[in-house]
């Protein structure tokens, strides 16, 4: 048995008949909200301390404006692609949209550090419905070229990456703070007019009714497993103390009847198959590893910079931008090749190539200069990402077409989850550390040990070639 699967060549859909200028320009829409939820990922970093300063808060409370957004998201994810597999794409990513706006006037305005907390927490909850409505618009809309399509995204996130830290750098420097806000206002209010007119209604799948009960499930999951593992990143935390095993415990609990919720409910939040069927329990796992050990990753790298070899903080954030160029120089040729080569390959290689990337992290060549040691690195991790994510995006996708957006929403769950976790573990580890620069050096081996042992599992995915 090698996994094949031989599909049914699908008929001719509508959406081939569209002019390519208005599929193309569906997509520029859709690209628009992504790109604008992945600076915001990025861009606040940026002016933490003068966030800091100018509102009066702690650094726990500041660092708090970059988590929440994280957990938000991951919250998200999954509710918008339910939602939009049941009540239409562009409703969503619409809705998501506006929310998205306002809540970045309201960041923009904010008066101290509590009021922006909790407004770029709403904020997260448009940047979250963006990707799984924005798939399920352009499976819908690009027809036999959906895979393509699809698989372009993964030149959107590692741009906004680029521009996030420089607008951010720009803005605080140029201006204030709160332009890393106000300046997604006339960004949404273009994105809300064009897609108003632009973005096709496309086909509603409505269920039964919403499972409230899994909904509040799955968030009390999410929300307590994230609260206890960001709580280790405090100095003085203990995976004994309160904190952490309080809402751990919770989390399971909230595990174990969110199963049994998804397994004898007649509609539930997230169909079972999703979750362990064919193929998605090894993709959901593979997301999840691919999170904490190649996106906590680099989350980590300019530190370990200033840690490891003193390198300026300016110098250590732009060794991301040269993981972000080789993730863009790559990404358009794998998926240009996706159609020959499956989903296993390029996910093979290109974990390989993220190992390897992070193992030369670590060692040094004493002939040359860490920044550009570190650069070189940082770019092979890149090249890494580029070729294993348009596969691993796109796997799966063609087992449920009815659920593509959710199944999106899973994705970007997993993912953004394990990135936390690498994260969070991480930095409790360097928080007792005598020599930090040297423990985040073992702990990029640890993330390149995870990929490595990650890679007999990519044989489990489903593989498949051509259009689906």
């Known amino acids: 048995m090698t996994g094949e699967i031989d599909l049914p060549a699908p008929a001719r ?41 100018q509102l009066h808060a702690g650094i726990e409370w500041s660092g708090w404006t970059i988590t929440i957004y994280a957990l938000g998201q991951i919250l998200v994810m999954p509710l918008a692609g339910k939602l939009s597999d049941m009540y239409g794409r562009k409703k969503v990513f619409m809705t998501a949209a506006v929310v998205f706006t306002v809540a970045s006037l309201c960041c923009g305005l904010a008066t101290n550090i509590y009021m922006l907390v909790a407004l770029r927490a709403i904020q997260a909850i448009g940047g979250g419905a963006f990707m799984p409505s924005a798939t399920g618009i352009v499976a819908d809309h690009f027809g036999r070229n959906r895979d393509r399509a699809l698989g372009m ?40 007019a064009l897609g108003l007119i632009f973005i096709p209604r496309g086909t509603l799948r409505p269920s039964k009714r919403v499972d409230v009960p899994g909904i509040v499930l799955l968030g009390l999951l999410i929300l307590s497993a994230m609260f206890g593992i960001t709580y280790l990143g405090g100095r003085d935390t203990s995976v004994f103390s309160l904190g952490f095993i309080g809402p751990e415990v919770i989390a399971v609990i909230a595990l174990v009847l969110f199963l049994l919720r998804t ?31 190649a996106l906590g990753f680099g989350a980590l790298v300019p530190l370990y910079a200033q840690d490891r070899f003193h390198i300026p903080i300016l110098q250590a954030g732009t060794l991301l931008t040269a993981r972000a160029v080789g993730m863009i120089c790559v990404a358009g040729l794998a998926v240009l090749a996706l159609r020959r080569t499956g989903y296993r390959l390029p996910m093979i290689v290109g974990f390989a190539i993220i190992a390897g990337g992070s193992v030369a992290m670590v060692l040094m060549p004493a002939s040359m200069s860490p920044y550009l040691w570190l650069s070189l690195a940082g770019g092979v991790t890149g090249i890494g990402m580029g070729l294993a994510v348009p596969a691993s995006n796109n796997a799966t996708m063609q087992l449920a077409r009815e659920h593509l957006a959710g199944i999106a929403g899973l994705r970007g769950m997993f993912r953004q989850s394990g990135a936390i976790m690498g994260v969070s573990i ?23 040990a995870i990929l490595v042992c990650a890679l007999p599992l990519i044989r489990l995915v489903p593989e498949h070639r051509g259009r689906w």
């Open 153 to 192: 995204f993964t030149s959107i996130f590692p741009i906004g990456g680029i521009v996030g830290p420089i607008m951010g750098g720009i803005f605080v420097t140029g201006w204030s703070w709160r332009g890393i806000f106000l300046v997604n206002v006339p960004i949404g209010i273009l994105l809300i």
């Open 426 to 448: 991480t930095t409790a580890l360097i928080a007792r550390s005598q020599d930090q620069g040297e423990t985040l050096a073992v702990s990029f081996l640890v993330f390149a």
């Open 263 to 293: 397994r004898y409910a007649d509609d539930p939040f997230i169909p079972m198959r999703l979750l362990h069927g064919r193929g998605f329990g090894v993709m959901n796992l593979l997301n999840f590893l691919y999170g904490g050990a």
């Open 13 to 53: 859909p509508a959406a081939d008949d569209e002019p390519l200028p208005r599929r193309g320009l569906v997509f520029f829409i859709v690209a628009m909200g992504l790109f604008m939820a992945s600076v915001d990922q990025t861009i606040v970093a940026t002016a933490l301390s003068t966030i800091q300063r």
